[in-house]
């Protein structure tokens, strides 16, 4: 039997489709437009960063401008009384100008890293309602590209499109008005040309990029969901003699990702080309309007210089544009692809109002006509199941692949909604209470549980927070690990390996059953906590289960046919329906049953 995660969330998108409705996320909206949205709260903080940088941009202009005024000005001799206004400002510039560009770098990567950190938190909480149900339609590596490099879109769209437009915006509008005060015609030709340049050079490469922008996406997310097969499937690779060709599929991925690379730097460097030939075009523009005001007497000398040196500062402010335009197209991509992430429908539809579900001890769970259907026309995977999981009684749970057992475990942790049929614990309707609710008096040891890489204290933390150090003694010695744990050299401050790699099945199996018994949830589930061992060790965790969970709820699902003498009762599932119902003298039926 395959993990409930995957055996639900496969086939339960369609009919969750209809049945949950999209979580709002403005989805009529431009996925960009919802990014920027999801970044407003933070405006208190991005703001002085954008004025900063405004700044910082502007005082470099006035300082190009005042400087070579008061050059042409000094080339004349003047008094010194006449010039030491600008001699002032050129230092007060000088100084001005480095105060901003600090301030740009610090206010702006603090207000940008907190945005960003704010938005990652608000993709984790659109994940939750998602799993574990969900989650598999995103293949993982492809998941983890959205969580890190698609998040980071938000960054690249305040730090390296929003940020540098509204600075070249500010100068152009800037230099374009004192180019109108110093000379009309020529702030009117400076002003068209900047303009031209600015809906030309980043419409284009924005327009080019889009596709780029999308295949390398993809291509990285691909990448990405590439190594991690390479790197979780390993030994299967080299078992089946695929590792060559995973490795080379990699490579080719890796390959198509550089060519995009190539492309988009060919793309920018045109761009700037582009922006150069446009700011020759202004400069040799607005000197030549600006010669002959100067010949005709309209003009100062010093003023011409100052209109010249206009032009080159406010061209040399739009620099930054074709690559903002480039990040702009990325962006675009990468908001679209989280938002098909907020946009997934939830499995499960939390109720308006939920109940409350609080219950003191053990607590029986009553099943009556459960219907859960994966497919919309479909047969059910629970067809009519009822059952009764008596307080402080023990079920086993056996069946065939398919049979429905992790459906059942997924209703019952409202991990998947069912269609018809009741679910009642402590005598309030399931799908009445919040989901999280539920699992903390429904939940123990999934099959798919994960050991972290960290010590076997952390691990055992996860179930109880604020658990003492004589109750995780307590948990390991009913799981019948507290020994194996007490002869490591760091003790509980052992640190495992991935997944739980460095230890054997058996004591993987104790540790995780110790942290659902830390948990102690009044209704606990084990979910096929013996996959993957051999008999013997088998049997003697299935015991120790048993004995462990003596006078509690609990249900336990395993596919063993021995080790569970001690069970209260042992149910068999068949096509979604209870077949055999047993307890004391019948469990030699059963076990001849499944023989059969």
């Known amino acids: 039997m395959t993990s409930h995660v995957a055996a639900v969330g496969r086939t339960d998108s369609r009919l969750a489709a209809v049945r949950s409705p999209v979580r709002p996320s403005g989805g009529s909206s431009h996925p960009t437009l919802r990014l920027a949205r999801q970044l407003l709260p933070y405006w208190r903080r991005l703001l002085p960063a954008g004025l900063a940088a405004a700044g910082s941009e502007l005082a470099a202009a006035a300082l190009m401008a005042t400087a070579s005024w008061l050059i042409t000005r000094a080339a004349e001799h003047p008094p010194l009384a006449s010039v030491s206004l600008a001699i002032v400002a050129v230092r007060a510039l000088a100084l001005g100008r480095g105060a901003l560009r600090y301030g740009d770098r610090l206010l702006g990567h603090d207000g940008v890293l907190r945005a960003v950190a704010g938005f990652r938190t608000r993709v984790y909480e659109a994940l939750v309602p998602l799993a ?57 030709m400076l002003g068209l040309l900047l303009a031209v340049c600015v809906l030309l050079v980043p419409t284009t490469v924005l327009a080019v990029s889009h596709r780029t922008g999308r295949a390398q996406a993809a291509a990285r997310a691909e990448l990405a969901a590439q190594v991690v097969d390479l790197t979780e499937g390993a030994a299967d690779l080299a078992a089946y003699g695929a590792r060559g060709r995973a490795a080379g599929r990699a490579q080719r991925t890796a390959a198509r990702i550089a060519r995009l690379e190539r492309r988009r730097a060919l793309t920018t460097s045109l761009a700037s080309a582009v922006l150069l030939l446009f700011q020759g075009a202004a400069l040799v523009a607005v000197v030549h309007g600006a010669l002959r005001a100067h010949a005709d007497g309209r003009l100062p000398a010093v003023q011409l210089t100052v209109l010249a040196v206009l032009a080159l500062v406010a061209f040399e402010a739009l620099e930054p544009l074709p690559a903002a335009a480039f990040r702009l197209a990325e962006v675009r991509v990468r908001a679209r692809r ?92 399931l799908r009445d209470c919040a989901g999280d609710e539920v699992r903390r008096v429904i939940t123990g040891m999934t099959q798919d549980a994960h050991v972290f890489h960290a010590s076997i204290r952390a691990n055992l933390l996860l179930a109880r927070p604020d658990a003492e150090d004589t109750e995780l003694r307590e948990a390991a010695r009913r799981a019948r690990i507290l020994d194996w744990i007490e002869s490591l050299p760091d003790g509980f401050d052992t640190v495992l390996g991935p997944d739980g790699t460095q230890v054997s099945g058996g004591q993987r199996t104790r540790l995780l059953l110790a942290r659902a018994l830390l948990a102690d949830p009044p209704v606990l589930v084990l979910d096929e906590p013996t996959e993957g061992l051999d008999p013997g060790t088998a049997a003697a965790v299935l015991a120790d289960i048993l004995d462990a969970t003596r006078g509690r709820t609990t249900l336990l699902v395993t596919h063993e046919r021995e080790g569970f003498a001690g069970a209260d009762q042992v149910v068999t599932l068949d096509q979604g329906r209870v077949l055999v119902r047993a307890a004391g003298e019948l469990r030699g039926y059963v076990r001849e049953g499944l023989s059969g």
């Open 132 to 188: 574990p149900a969900g989650t598999p339609a995103f293949r993982s590596g492809d998941l983890l590209t959205r969580l890190v490099d698609d998040v980071d879109a938000a960054q690249d769209l305040l730090l390296r499109v929003l940020l540098p437009t509204a600075a070249a915006a500010a100068v152009g509008v800037a230099a374009t008005v004192t180019a109108w005060m110093l000379l009309p015609q020529a702030g009117l």
């Open 338 to 429: 989280l938002a098909e992430l907020f946009d997934t429908p939830a499995p499960v539809v939390e109720p308006a109002a939920p109940a409350p579900l609080a219950v003191d001890g053990p607590v029986g769970v009553r099943i009556e006509d459960l219907t859960v259907r994966h497919d919309v026309a479909g047969a059910p995977a629970l067809d009519g199941l009822s059952l009764d999981l008596q307080a402080g009684r023990r079920t086993v749970l056996l069946g065939a692949s398919g049979s429905g057992k992790s459906t059942l475990i997924a209703a019952l942790m409202r991990f998947v909604e069912y269609e018809a049929g009741s679910i009642r614990v402590g005598g309030r309707e």
